[in-house]
């Protein structure tokens, strides 16, 4: 009843992806990492800005306990038209990322574009050690510019007042009930 989309509040650790070469990860495994989710494309106005800073930022917050996670997406004007496996070899040829790339994002419907907000490529959600997502960022924001809220999640369990934590985003892979 009603016009409202109900969205169960789970945490990034209860799903399971498959990587560019199709082996599924647990994301179990970044428990206690900070997270930054991010949907890319190769052929993307934004691509050269944020592959550039992302690699930076993984470089510099890696050993800190940040993960980037790179989800392919071919859905806006085609701008990831080759593999999964040919994502990742862009990602890592050519701006030596060292963060995790996994299989393309199939497509998402209407439903998920409007509960997720994702307008475009490069929107980015970056999710606590506890594996829910504090915030979201539009394709516009540069990576760099959330470096801030990056150290925050990075360094004490309270540094986001609780009314921050923006549990009403789930994930792409995510399928409503």
């Known amino acids: 009843m009603g016009g409202s989309i109900s969205v169960p509040e789970k945490s990034i650790h ?25 949907n ?6 934004f691509t050269e800005t944020n592959y550039t ?5 993984y470089r510099k917050y890696k050993n800190q306990g940040l993960v980037i996670l790179a989800f392919p997406c071919n859905q806006f004007l085609n701008q990831e038209p080759g593999t999964s ?19 393309k994002v199939p497509y998402l419907s209407t439903y998920h ?8 490529n490069f929107t980015k959600f970056l999710v606590g050690k506890d594996g829910q997502v504090i915030d979201r ?3 516009t924001v540069p990576p760099l510019s959330i470096e801030k809220d990056i150290k925050k999640a990075l360094g004490d369990e309270g ?3 609780i009314y921050m934590v ?12």
């Not at 082996?23 to 989710?37: A, F, N, R």
């Not at 890319?40 to 106005?45: N, Q, R, Y």
């Not at 040919?86 to 995790?100: G, I, L, N, Q, V």
């Open 14 to 38: 209860e799903f399971t992806v498959k990587d560019s070469s199709g082996k599924e990860v647990d994301l179990s495994v970044y428990q206690g990492k900070v997270l930054l989710i991010v």
């Open 40 to 45: 890319v494309a190769s052929k993307c106005g």
């Open 53 to 57: 800073q992302l690699t930076e930022l």
């Open 85 to 103: 496996q040919d994502a990742h070899e862009f990602a890592c040829t050519r701006f030596k990322a060292e963060y995790p790339v996994f299989q």
């Open 113 to 120: 574009l409007a509960l997720f907000r994702i307008k475009w």
């Open 137 to 139: 960022y539009g394709p």
């Open 159 to 161: 540094a986001f007042p």
């Open 166 to 177: 923006k549990k009403m985003y789930t994930f792409p892979w995510h399928n409503p009930v």
